[in-house]
């Protein structure tokens, strides 16, 4: 997952995500109604499973092997706070968000211009339909180059364009990005 993928998690976020892979599993088990055959089925494991995972018995309990550990990440990710990213995400397309980012620009203008690419921070505020061509993006299962080509579409016009009172012409290159983070709202 790279910096854009999980600056969009973060900003569709209003809690943290449990850390511990035993917070995790009671997460889980309190989505299913603690039903250990549900977070068996959905993690794809025998209950008997999770059950030693989740026991109080200190000599039953078994810890979850390293693909089961990032099967239960994946399950609490897709399950955590659902209604609450679903209205964030519709009030980011409506309203617009504010991009931060420390990454690399460069330009190809006409000539006499400079286009040495050189490390930027930029706080930008991005309107709604970037928002929806992001998420859009995003939901057909875009990677991270496409995510920067709609981003340095969208920072070119808004911050080194300002909204199309300035070089016209100029042409973005958005890369190395070090940081990114959205503010919704």
Do not use: C, N
Request: avoid cysteine.
């Amino acid at each position: 997952m790279g910096q854009i993928e999980q600056g969009l998690q973060r900003a569709l976020r209003t809690r943290p995500v449990p850390s511990s892979t035993e917070a995790r599993l009671r997460f889980l088990l309190a989505t299913h109604r603690d039903s250990t055959r549900k977070v068996a089925t959905v993690l794809g494991v025998s209950q008997r499973t999770v059950q030693r995972w989740v026991t109080k018995k200190s000599g039953a309990r078994r810890p979850p092997g390293p693909l089961q550990v990032r099967a239960i990440e994946e399950a609490v990710l897709a399950r955590w706070q659902p209604r609450i990213r679903a209205r964030r995400r519709a009030q980011a397309e409506a309203e617009g968000f504010v991009f931060h980012t420390r990454a690399r620009f460069g330009f190809a203008a006409p000539a006499g211009s400079s286009d040495d690419p050189r490390v930027r921070w930029i706080t930008q505020d991005l309107p709604g339909e970037v928002a929806r061509e992001l998420f859009a993006a995003r939901d057909a299962g875009a990677g991270e180059q496409q995510q920067m080509v709609i981003l340095a579409r969208a920072l070119g016009h808004a911050y080194f364009r300002e909204w199309g009172r300035r070089a016209h012409r100029l042409h973005i290159a958005f890369t190395d990005v070090e940081f990114a983070d959205f503010s919704i709202g």
